[in-house]
């Protein structure tokens, strides 16, 4: 399948939207860079930093294929606008306080040449907290729209791919949302296509007293309810949405349960995996 040809590679075009978050910054450069991927396009848009963030971005400008730092509307509009000017067949952001994982750009470009009727390629994660401390080993169960939809079993943003034909085929990122915006949009890509799941470990997810999710959760949970509402009024049932939702958190847990996704914060699994050989944020050099 791969040949020492980069026209072999499917190209893959990353954005990482960016304020004010210099001190994680850098690693979540770093872990795109280190992929060595021979088909990249890195784009990053921020949104006028008054931290050392632009200092970070311009040491490694060269190896960065677009970037600007100017005012916007938030995460989702600097998100948007990368997707808008990204040339890959395989299109993804990246948070700057998240990273991804050694060989996550060769996993997801051999998943999409496998898969290539599929909208979403992900895979597991794990969970770092802001000294870079891994604390937890996520797995992913495989996807289910309906308990997505009804049950909130969603795919986990940061360790995602998708295809840039299914992209445009929707109405793309909603900058109307600031919390929920990856829910939405995985709902809206799992309308275009298959959702693949490899189970792999592609990516980190910093978790931080500053983040949104951590920080502000009644805004990220009331934006969760207003992404179901407008997918769930689109479909018609004899069952009130009341009823599916506990149907399908029932199912979630079960599916969970059944696929080994329990428990998350190393449990058996910790004794025989080897993180130091896919996790080394200090002296990370390209």
């Excluded at 495989?142 to 445009?168: I, K, N, W």
Aim: glycine share 6%.
């Amino acid at each position: 399948m791969y040949k020492n040809n980069d026209e072999k590679y499917p190209k893959i075009s990353i954005v990482t939207p960016s304020f004010n978050q210099g001190q994680y910054l850098e690693h979540t450069i770093l872990s795109v860079l280190n992929q060595k991927y021979p088909n990249l396009e890195y784009i990053v848009i921020d949104g006028g930093s008054t931290d050392n963030s632009i200092e970070i971005i311009k040491k490694y400008k060269k190896d960065i294929s677009y970037w600007v730092s100017e005012p916007d509307r938030g995460q989702a509009d600097a998100i948007r606008k990368g997707f808008a000017i990204a040339k890959g067949e395989i299109i993804a952001w990246l948070n700057s306080d998240d990273m991804y994982l050694p060989n996550s750009f060769n996993v997801a470009a051999k998943s999409f040449l496998k898969n290539p009727d599929a909208s979403i390629i992900y895979g597991d994660y794990i969970k770092v907290d802001n000294k870079d401390k891994c604390i937890a080993l996520r797995r992913q169960p495989s996807f289910d729209y309906h308990t997505c939809l009804y049950g909130y079993l969603t795919v986990m943003q940061p360790a995602s791919f998708f295809s840039r034909e299914a992209y445009m085929k929707t109405e793309g990122i909603d900058i109307t949302f600031n919390y929920a915006l990856d829910y939405d949009i995985i709902v809206k890509l799992a309308q275009q296509g298959r959702v693949v799941h490899v189970k792999e470990y592609l990516a980190a997810f910093r978790l931080h007293t500053t983040s949104k999710s951590v920080a502000d959760k009644s805004n990220f949970f009331a934006e969760d309810l207003r992404v179901r509402y407008k997918h769930q009024k689109c479909h018609h049932t004899k069952y009130g949405l009341a009823a599916l939702f506990r149907i399908y958190q029932s199912y979630a847990i079960m599916k969970m349960l059944f696929e080994g996704c329990f428990p998350s914060r190393f449990g058996w699994e910790k004794k025989g995996y080897k993180l130091n050989s896919i996790y080394k944020p200090e002296g990370i050099t390209i």
